[in-house]
Each structure stands twice: as C-alpha cells, then as structure tokens.
C-alpha cells in the first residue's frame, strides 16, 4: 500500500469513526452518573433528572431510558426544563412518559425552547398530569418519603419566564432540605442572592440547558448558549448552594455532539 493510500485510509478512518461517536454514540448512548450527597442520611431520597429532552420522535434509546428509569425506582423524577423543542413533541412526550411506571412523581419546569417553539403551556402541563406529573412555574411542592419530606422548589424559565425564586418558595418549610429545579444555570447567581435572605436549607439545584456545551475540543468549549453564565456542565458549589449542570438528553439546531455525551443522573439527598 503507498504512502497516499495509507493516509487517505487513515484519514477516512478516523472521519468515520468521529462521525460515528457524534452522530450515534454521544447522542444516543446515555451516560448514567450517580452521586450521594444524603451525608450519611438513613433515610435517603433517590431523584433522578433528565434534562433537555428536545423530543421530536421516539426513538430505541428512549425506550432504553424509560427501562433504566423504571428499573431503578427513583422516589422521583425530575425534568428541568426543554422537554421538547415544538408542539409537535407533545405527542411523543406523550408516549415517552406512558413508558415510564406511572406511580413514579414527575415534575417538571419550563426551558427557554418550551417557550420559544410556542409549546401550548396548557397542553404540556396537562401531558405531565396525565402520567403523574406536576409542573412547577415559580411554585413548589414537598415531597415525602417515607418519614423524610424534602421541599422540591421550580422556578421558570430565565430568558423567557419570569423566574422569581422568592415566589416559588412561598410557604415552604424552611427546616427542610430544599431541592431547587432552574433551567439556565445563570439564574443560580440569583438564587444565592435570594436565598442569603430566606435562608432555606437548599441542599442542590439542578439545572440543564448548556447541553454540555455541545462540541468540545480537548476539553474546550465553544460556545454555550445565553443563560448559560460562567456555567457548562458538572458540579458548582460555593458557600451558599451546590448545583449540578447536566449535560442533557437531546439536541437542537445541531444533530449532533461531540466530547459531550449525553447523561441522566442519579441523586441520593
């Protein structure tokens, strides 16, 4: 083989192989993250978040994630915020929630593409109802396990809502851990300042909408999306909140990922 043809073969190897991880693997094969933060807690509460959906369609790793969720048994579910980017994924949101037990809790909040693709709020909140969901817009909700209650607190979208975090906590019990559900992570720098004032006891905020950044390169980002801040993905905390910035679920604009696999997690508090 010459030199020429051993380069181009590589070449178109290697292409292949990008093409593949980006298109399929990133994309489709959901990377399943677990952390603990109960402290030791006996009577731990099991989450998990799913964010950024897009859905368009159902498809096989769909299928796949509603098993997964189904056979870990999370006390609840919690989808911040773009679960899907028209009208048009009203339908299949539909289908996806029906995979999933119906007598696991979802809740759910808006994100800037829930807005901007002029989703009916109604119709949505009204899919969530129907498979035991409920969608919080500056509004909160305990929820109990066991002997433990835990305040779930969301707040709505940043770039297109009106996220007021001292509303959405309106008559919480502030001696209970509080689990904070924001789609742009900018809006966490809010919640500090609010929060410095109501001191609840806010235990993790759970936010989505960076997608990771998307594409990547050797650990560099190019571009986050606005809402994003100082935020791209993983764990943030200082002396006031803990927040975590899931990479999400689905994609938008672009069809594709790359150095930004997509994920779900599991959260034990």
């Keep these: 083989m010459g030199r020429r043809n051993f380069l181009m073969k590589l070449f178109l190897g290697i292409a292949g192989l990008l093409f593949l991880d980006s298109f399929w693997f990133e994309r489709y ?20 978040q799913l964010s950024d959906l897009h859905i368009n369609s159902v498809k096989a790793f769909h299928r796949s994630l509603a098993e997964r ?19 048009h ?8 929630l029906a995979m999933i037990d119906h007598d696991i809790p979802k809740f759910a909040i808006m994100g800037n593409v829930d807005y901007s693709g002029r989703v009916d709020l109604t119709i949505l909140k009204n899919t969530y109802e129907k498979h035991n969901g409920t969608f919080l817009i500056n509004q909160n909700h305990p929820l109990q396990v066991g002997e433990r209650t835990v305040n779930l607190v969301g707040v709505d979208d940043y770039l ?40 609840q006891k806010v235990k993790l905020v759970l936010s989505g909408h960076t997608h990771g950044g998307q594409i990547t390169f050797f650990g560099k980002v190019i571009i986050t ?23 999400g679920i689905g994609t938008r604009g672009i069809p594709f990922r790359f150095g930004s696999r997509a994920e779900a997690v599991i959260f034990y508090v």
């Design 69 to 87: 969720i189904n056979s870990e048994r999370p006390d609840a579910l919690l989808v911040t915020g773009d679960s899907l980017n028209n009208k």
């Design 160 to 199: 297109y809502g009106n996220p007021d975090f001292s509303k959405a906590s309106r008559g919480v019990d502030s001696s209970l851990d509080t689990i904070v559900l924001n789609h742009c992570p900018v809006y966490r720098n809010e919640i500090d300042a609010i929060n410095r004032k109501l001191d």
């Design 29 to 48: 094969i959901i990377d399943w993250k677990e952390f603990d933060i109960s402290e030791g807690s006996a009577d731990k509460i099991k989450l998990i």
């Design 225 to 247: 999306p606005n809402g994003s801040g100082d935020y791209v993905k993983g764990w943030y905390e200082n002396e006031t909140s803990r927040m975590y910035v899931s990479k």
């Design 89 to 96: 994924g009203i339908a299949p949101l539909d289908d996806f």
